[in-house]
């Protein structure tokens, strides 16, 4: 079970590696793919930890203008 997972994984990954590497239209779909795939994981992770970084945010920002007063 856990080989035939794993080989599926495997040519998945050569399948996406040629996609990347030609030349012709694929590549530039490719590309589009990873950067869809890198703004929506991006999205998730300001919507899950939005208070967080505000809060940091906040720290960092009252800290240096307490540096220059």
Known sequence: MMTALKNKIRMM??????VLARRDGDQ?????IVVLIVVVV???FMTLYQGS?????NSIVSK???LLN
């Not at 530039?28 to 589009?32: H, I, K, Q, S």
């Open 13 to 18: 990954g050569l399948k996406a590696g040629n």
């Open 28 to 32: 530039m779909t490719g590309w589009l």
């Open 42 to 44: 991006g999205a998730v």
């Open 53 to 57: 970084i505000t809060t940091i945010w």
């Open 64 to 66: 240096i203008t307490g």
